[in-house]
């Protein structure tokens, strides 16, 4: 039988982004739910990351960091070099799993992209990055066949695992390139935690967008829109993750000579909330998102969202409807469009405003509680 104890599994948990939300409130529901929790990782585990930017201290949980060098040597140099790191892991970590099971201790997979380890759950935040077909690998065609079959070989790992993804497009994701079956566990928030911003007044023509200042995160589209939508401020909060990217995007607002685009990074919590408190939109700009848990947070907070329609941001959090909560857009023209079309009627925007909350409540970490908790309980 295995006992109330679990051990979780990643290259690092030093992540900002999905992954560290997801590794955050999985850690603060199992403390709470009085679990043992050890963390094994190749790196440090940064605890004033968790107690700042997660609200998740990390006292009474036990770290471990592994060293292993050679690892290090290999991982980012190719695309071969980062297969040799997956082999490495296993290598290395990959006996763990029997050995904790045998002890009774429950296993979790945090990075099952990154880390193809044996365990009892295994969370794949992008299932694309698992895709066999070389989507978007850069190695000769000779050598693409052996990588198709090693990858494939990794992925049979996890065939007895219970694996995780954030939304109903990520699992369709998975099934339809790995043929892997797997459970939706979406990303939670706490609602309680934005009721003052959802009070707020919501009387500036603002338009926010939470996202890192990373190349991937497709930022230009805002600066693009913002040329068309002149009578709405656009105010971009993130993590500066990439220093040239951000100065990229500070010099293309200034060459479009735009007074109305403001990127302020490395906000804190509070003054994020101070922002959500007064804007009526939020702009998500980022193509194929496999969930966007900041777009929860604004909806939580009142504001109306604006998503590309793809990923998980329209499957998901938008249902797959336009004007039920917030809009879809295939294109700035598109955005554009819907921007002018509510930024003129407050009755619009308020009854979209009450459905996108409304719409948040289903996420609430009470949720995610219940049903993570329902999984390991099968297990015990």
């Not at 060293?67 to 290598?91: A, E, V």
């Not at 998102?289 to 998980?312: D, K, Q, T, W, Y």
């Not at 955005?335 to 459905?355: A, F, P, Q, T, Y």
């Not at 948040?360 to 297990?379: P, V």
Request: net charge positive; with cysteine; charged share 20%.
């Amino acid at each position: 039988m295995l006992k109330k104890c679990v051990t979780l599994f990643a290259p690092s948990f030093n992540y900002r982004g999905g992954i560290g939300s997801f590794t955050a409130h999985l850690i603060k529901v199992l403390k709470n739910s009085n679990y043992k929790i050890f963390m094994i990782s190749y790196n440090d585990i940064d605890e004033n990351l968790y107690s700042k930017l997660f609200a998740t201290p990390l006292q009474n949980i036990h770290k471990h960091s592994v060293s292993l060098p050679i690892r290090s040597f290999f991982s980012g140099k190719s695309s071969y070099g980062n297969l040799i790191t997956k082999i490495l892991d296993l290598k290395y970590t990959g006996s763990l799993f029997n050995h904790l099971n045998r002890l009774g201790v429950i296993s979790f997979n945090i990075t099952g992209v990154w880390l193809f380890l044996p365990s009892h759950f295994v969370y794949i935040h992008d299932p694309e990055r698992l895709i066999p077909n070389l989507q978007g690998v850069n190695i000769q065609k000779i050598w693409r066949s052996p990588y198709q079959h090693i990858v494939k070989k990794l992925l049979q790992l996890y065939k007895k695992s219970t694996i995780f993804v954030n939304s109903k497009y990520c699992l369709n994701v998975l099934k339809t390139y790995t043929g892997l079956k797997g459970n939706v566990l979406n990303p939670p928030i706490k609602i309680n935690a934005y009721k003052k911003a959802l009070n707020g007044p919501h009387n500036k023509p603002w338009s926010i967008s939470l996202v890192r200042f990373d190349k991937d995160k497709n930022l230009e589209l805002i600066i693009k829109a913002a040329k068309h939508a002149k009578n709405i401020k656009f105010l971009i909060i993130g993590f500066l993750d990439d220093y040239n990217y951000f100065k990229k995007l500070k010099k293309l607002a200034k060459n479009l000579n735009l007074n109305n685009v403001h990127l302020l990074p490395n906000l804190s919590s509070n003054d994020r909330l101070k922002f959500f408190s007064k804007a009526k939109f939020y702009l998500h700009p980022t193509i194929r998102e496999n969930f966007g848990i900041a777009i929860l947070e604004a909806m939580a907070s009142g504001l109306v969202p604006f998503v590309h329609r793809s990923g998980g941001p329209w499957t998901d959090i938008l249902d797959g409807k336009t004007g039920l909560y917030g809009y879809p857009y295939r294109d700035v023209e598109e955005l554009v469009n819907h921007l002018n079309d509510i930024i003129g009627n407050e009755e619009k925007r308020e009854k979209l405003s009450r459905n996108a909350y409304e719409k948040s409540k289903q996420y609430d970490l009470s949720n995610f509680k219940q049903i993570l908790l329902n999984y390991f309980t099968k297990l015990q």
